[in-house]
């Protein structure tokens, strides 16, 4: 068996639903799969406009959006379901899910405050009303299809707005409703990103949560493999944006993909890597619109890692824009110990995470993201010693297994970046990431001229120009 999940794009309108269970209907042919779904494309954000606008008692406003989600979705079943007598039932159902985001909207305002818990039902009907669609579209098509509402499964903490499920139970639900289902050749189709508590309360798993929900019910169900499609050609060597001769990669590690993931790679959420490391279940990156292509395979296991070999050992260089560098200079670092404890200190009482870091034996040099920049944060870093910021910066790495251990490599990432201001350099401790730091604008050709010596010449099949290019 296998998990598909298919994120807002692969989904948002009828054509990409109708190629979406195209893909799911092909899978059948080989096993019965779990259907993940994300919202529509577009749709969580609205909800949570929705949302904020109700909590600041804009009720119009509100109420106008929600007239826009019912739209959206009525118009999906207008061009999916050919039936009258299944179209008509198909609208009653999402006019329930209707009135009922209407009156959470009419009751914060009326309130006038808007919580995480509140926040939490609000985001839950994107996925909703996107996975009753697409089961009933299914079953139009004459692919059998159940919907299960995920919060029947999907147990959690009650950490609204970033709530982790509680495994044990998940996994006993998981057997009780949704493999038996499975196993009688009908495809279950489910929400990704929303869970309940033990008490019956919406939660959120956070956003690109629905890649790890997929990850985890694939575990859960010790499935052979778990399919994330998308719109783009899987992991890609770089942002295509920024290199239009940015390659799909074909198979790499689950440490990469998450180093990956960690500094800026918009395809996978984090944590869907741990779920399928834990039960070394392959996880596959493919295009909804182009799904012959290859794709990607994230999997540490030797014997296909074995036989994609590459010259020079670099996968991906991920960016993260909207960076600051903040350089802590203190004589108090000079022979003493202390000192990184206090420094971190400061940004755990701000709640700031810091993304990479360079020290001397006088001074520290760290990025920390540009919107997190805050005077009390400086002045409490202040009372440490003299501090200097830089803003509209970038950080560029360069990720692949073992990098520090490979000859003449840094060489050539230096050497291709002649041109460049680097603004600073970070050796990541694990191995497989090489960071610096530019300026926004300097992106581009840093990029551009890594992606050059890297990946201009052919490497063992390992990476592939995408689908259509």
Request: overall charge negative.
């Amino acid at each position: 068996m296998a998990v598909m999940k298919f994120g807002g794009t692969s989904v948002g309108t009828a054509s990409a639903m109708r190629q979406a269970i195209a893909i799911v209907a092909g899978k059948r042919r080989t096993g019965v799969p779990l259907v993940v779904l994300s919202a529509c494309s577009g749709i969580t954000n609205k909800l949570i406009q929705i949302a904020e606008a109700a909590g600041s008692g804009r009720l119009e406003d509100a109420l106008a959006k929600v007239a826009e989600v019912r739209k959206h979705h009525v118009d999906l079943v207008g061009e999916l379901i050919g039936s009258e007598e299944i179209r008509a039932g198909l609208v009653e159902k999402i006019d329930g899910y209707v009135s009922r985001l209407e009156m959470l909207v009419k009751g914060i305002e009326i309130v006038g405050e808007l919580t995480e818990r509140s926040k939490d039902t609000f985001c839950s009907f994107g996925e909703l009303l996107s996975t009753t669609v697409f089961a009933a579209a299914m079953n139009e098509a004459g692919h059998e299809a159940r919907w299960l509402d995920v919060r029947t499964v999907m147990i959690t903490d009650d950490n609204f707005g970033f709530a982790r499920p509680i495994d044990e139970v998940c996994e006993a639900k998981v057997a009780e409703l949704v493999r038996p289902v499975l196993a009688s050749g009908v495809v279950v189709v489910t929400q990704g990103y929303i869970g309940s508590t033990v008490a019956g309360r919406t939660t959120t798993l956070g956003r690109g949560g629905s890649d790890l929900s997929a990850a985890l019910l694939g575990a859960w169900l010790h499935d052979d493999s778990i399919e994330i499609w998308t719109d783009v050609d899987g992991v890609m060597t770089c942002d295509p944006r920024l290199v239009p001769d940015a390659r799909s990669i074909r198979i790499m590690t689950f440490s990469e993909a998450a180093e990956l993931a960690y500094l800026g790679a918009k395809v996978l959420h984090p944590d869907t890597i741990a779920p399928a490391v834990k039960k070394n279940i392959p996880v596959y990156v493919l295009n909804t619109w182009h799904p012959d292509s290859k794709g990607t395979l994230i999997t540490d296991d030797p014997a296909l890692l074995s036989g994609m070999s590459y010259e020079g050992l670099v996968k991906s260089i991920a960016v993260k824009k909207g960076q600051a560098i903040v350089n802590i200079r203190s004589n108090r670092m000079l022979g003493r110990h202390g000192f990184m404890n206090e420094l971190f200190g400061v940004f755990e009482r701000f709640g700031v995470s810091v993304e990479m870091i360079s020290t001397s034996e006088v001074s520290v040099s760290l990025t920390i993201d540009d919107s997190t920049v805050s005077d009390p944060l400086i002045q409490a870093l202040s009372a440490l010693g003299d501090v200097e910021l830089e803003h509209k910066v970038a950080t560029v790495s360069v990720v692949g297994d073992n990098l520090r251990l490979s000859k003449g490599v840094a060489g050539r990432i230096f050497g291709a970046l002649s041109n460049v201001n680097l603004r600073m350099i970070s050796q990541g401790a694990s191995e497989i990431n090489v960071g610096f730091v530019v300026e926004e604008h300097d992106v581009a050709a840093a990029v551009n001229a890594l992606h050059g010596e890297f990946f201009s010449g052919e490497h063992g099949g390992i990476f592939e120009k995408p689908a259509g290019r």
